[in-house]
């Protein structure tokens, strides 16, 4: 599906007018100097504008979600695409070989580049889901840093025991009930995976990936721990951690690091300026090395009743050397919210400048004079690119001459390695909203032309196959593209063209001749990547609830996720009060993220819930807010929390997740009270926390009410849950942790 959406975006009216940039305004391609070997430019503005793109987001009724999306982007980076004319991504020489892990004999530079910190980021986080899925099995019990609770305790570390969830095959070779050092155990210890390899160690079959023993640490040896025994919050405790090289261990031997009094070094070893940890959670975060030894024992202990702020521990991502971004924009830019996004991330000596008051450029200080001076395209890389982006929205150009330690290195992963290496210049251009006879044209100059034909003929074999492969789509039962979109794809391989000029050789796709009848046999394949999903059986009356509340909790998080806060209880989340738009209840700033954006419309956001235009709107109330027993129009009993040290308090500032300090899993976002306590879903309100007769607020709830917890869970709450338990749930940083409820 991905595919055939990237298909529909590559077609566009053809009577579209070609937009192609003038010699004498090169445009953000007069900051390419000779210091690139590689790159690409985009034309955003362009490509949303493009008639096929117009045209299927109104066919099936789905501009909001693009409009959503482009709201999003600028309010996280201050750009909205739409006003963007161009994006140029440039990759200098040292980039690629940082980026690529391999050292540039060029360079002169002796140092060997750093393991990868997405890669390690993501082992930690496949093994603490391995963990995880070991505790689903085992009565939410973690593993002891020697195993289970049973006879094999002792024999082999909690690494072997969730090798089950990660290598069954190897899992099973074990003799659980042997020691680590058996002479048949002793003979896997150098079969160890992958995801255990950790930077700085050498030695086969050791890691320093780690738990951490000691007393109340989860793997303390004394027995598992249970779930329910972390009270304080999953998301405060730390499962795992990758320790300095000096501290790395035999990957099947029981045991763990011993938690010591004093700052993180003391326990973890020679480690670097930030530790990779990975939380009960699930969670993998970098946190600061220099962090206090109390703040490092309270992330280590589960029960000591005092859980952390990941804002006083988490560092800033680590730096990189970054490709060179150069935005230009049909306005004028937000320079201070730009700037702003950028805060959050540590990029080194990644600098950002405003050479104008509409373009942006940032790149490695290293080369930002050279950039800012030059006026006109320079290099290999800049004269490609000049060519290719005239008359197309997306241009892309490499020279790979002078990078054959990087093709010799990847393309053994490719089944045509022989041919790749044979590459000298690759180019790529796509013709979204043009008058250009192609879709796409790629054409590729080879070191001798008996490559270019090898290349050829191997393209032309690829066109068959995927000819071939769309055409079987068609034919398929339950196809997810309907066959009239299939045919009319596969009809667009009628036409590539793939030719031979000497060392060089050309890929084109051209455009239908028919434009208007292609889009149309389209329709319904694009219509299909929107389409709701099946009927369902009919659910239960407290599974239909259920599902009503967790759609309610996905819309917060949405909404958090665009304007890094929850609306207020009566309004936005602008952290001004007074730009803030108030007078409106919660429920109507959720309304974009429910699919109800036409509905969000309607509403004047300057005027009260009351007023003459928004009161006609109270019938319109959408289903996901309907509740039992509540029969009148318009009426809801799903509140939140208002009052003092209630999440919601007041309208002064808006909360947002980081506040939540007693966890997400241990507090109320709302809940599904009694019908006697529904209101007018417009009105701004909730349900007053004063920390007495907290019960009475849920009204005649009957056996169990719906709590929406703040990290989007649902839990059934029993109407007998204890006052002082209630109470803790509420408030969301009262420091009173809530373990089992």
């Not at 890691?207 to 009270?231: A, E, W, Y």
């Not at 024992?297 to 730096?319: C, F, K, Q, T, W």
């Amino acid at each position: 599906m991905r595919y055939l959406l990237l298909l529909c975006l590559l077609m566009s009216n053809m009577s579209s007018c070609a937009r192609g940039q003038s010699d004498k305004d090169p445009g953000v391609l007069k900051y390419v100097t000779d210091d690139y070997l590689a790159g690409a430019v985009i034309r955003p503005a362009r490509v949303l504008e493009s008639d096929v793109v117009t045209r299927m987001l109104k066919a099936v009724d789905r501009k909001h979600w693009l409009e959503i999306a482009m709201l999003k982007m600028k309010v996280v980076h201050g750009l909205d695409p739409r006003d963007i004319e161009e994006i140029a991504i440039l990759l200098d020489r040292k980039t690629i070989f940082r980026r690529a892990r391999i050292s540039d004999p060029e360079s002169g530079e002796t140092e060997k580049p750093s393991i990868n910190p997405t890669q390690l980021m993501n082992q930690v986080r496949i093994v603490g889901l391995a963990v995880l899925n070991y505790a689903s099995q085992n009565r939410s019990a973690f593993p002891d840093n020697d195993g289970g609770d049973n006879d094999n305790k002792g024999n082999l570390s909690w690494r072997v025991h969730v090798l089950q969830f990660l290598d069954p095959g190897l899992y099973y070779q074990f003799q659980l009930d042997e020691p680590w050092d058996s002479e048949h155990n002793k003979t896997l210890i150098q079969k160890m995976p992958d995801v255990f390899e950790t930077p700085g160690v050498t030695d086969a079959g050791k890691t320093s990936l780690h738990v951490i023993v000691g007393k109340n640490t989860i793997f303390s040896g004394d027995g598992p721990i249970r779930m329910r025994q972390v009270t304080d919050g999953t998301a405060n405790t730390i499962m795992t951690v990758i320790a300095g090289a000096d501290k790395a261990d035999i990957w099947t031997k029981p045991g763990g690091i011993p938690l010591r009094k004093g700052p993180p070094t003391v326990t973890l070893g020679k480690i670097d300026t930030r530790i990779l940890m990975g939380r009960c959670d699930g969670a993998v975060h970098w946190f600061a090395a220099d962090m206090n030894a109390d703040t490092f024992r309270r992330l280590v202990v589960y029960n000591d009743g005092e859980p952390i702020v990941d804002s006083d521990v988490r560092p800033p991502p680590h730096a990189e050397r970054l490709p060179t971004l150069i935005v230009r924009s049909r306005n004028n830019l937000d320079r201070d919210a730009i700037s702003a996004s950028l805060k959050r991330f540590s990029f080194g000596d990644y600098v950002l400048a405003f050479p104008d008051a509409q373009t942006m450029v940032a790149a490695p200080s290293d080369l930002l004079p050279r950039v800012l001076k030059s006026q006109r395209p320079q290099g290999n890389l800049g004269v490609e690119l000049q060519k290719l982006v005239a008359d197309n929205d997306i241009a892309i150009s490499a020279d790979l001459r002078t990078l054959k330690p990087i093709t010799d290195r990847f393309a053994g992963n490719l089944p045509m390695a022989g041919i790749v290496q044979h590459i000298d210049q690759l180019n790529l251009a796509v013709d979204i909203s043009g008058k250009g006879p192609y879709l796409h044209d790629i054409h590729a100059v080879m070191q001798t032309e008996t490559a270019a034909v090898q290349l050829s003929a191997l393209m032309t074999g690829l066109v068959q196959m995927q000819k071939a492969q769309i055409r079987s789509v068609a034919n398929t039962p339950d196809s997810p593209i309907p066959a009239g979109a299939a045919i009319a794809l596969a009809e667009l391989y009628d036409h590539v063209e793939v030719m031979v000029e000497g060392k060089t050789v050309y890929y084109r796709m051209n455009k239908p001749r028919d434009v208007d009848s292609f889009l149309e046999q389209l329709k319904p394949a694009f219509a299909k990547l929107f389409k709701a999903p099946k009927a369902r059986p009919p659910m239960t009356p407290r599974n239909r609830n259920r599902n009503r509340v967790k759609y309610i909790g996905l819309a917060f998080h949405n909404y958090h996720i665009v304007y890094n806060a929850f609306p207020r209880y009566n309004g936005d989340a602008n952290p001004n009060p007074d730009n803030a738009k108030l007078g409106l209840s919660w429920r109507v700033h959720l309304l974009p993220f429910m699919d109800q954006s036409a509905l969000y419309r309607e509403f004047n956001l300057n005027e009260p819930w009351d007023s003459e235009t928004n009161k006609i709107l109270v019938e319109k109330m959408p289903d996901v807010f309907k509740t039992p027993g509540v029969e009148e129009s318009g009426l809801t009993s799903i509140h939140v929390f208002i009052g003092e040290d209630a999440p919601f308090g007041d309208d002064k500032k808006p909360l947002r997740i980081r506040d939540i300090t007693d966890g997400t899993s241990s507090t109320l976002l709302a809940v599904q009270a009694g019908p006697d306590t529904a209101e007018v879903w417009t009105k701004p309100g909730g349900l007053k926390f004063t920390g007495k007769n907290s019960r009475q607020l849920l009204g005649n709830i009957g056996e169990t009410f719906i709590g929406l917890l703040a990290d989007g869970s649902i839990r059934h709450l029993s109407h007998m849950i204890d006052e002082g338990v209630l109470n803790n749930l509420i408030q969301h940083n009262d420091g009173n942790v809530v373990g089992e409820f």
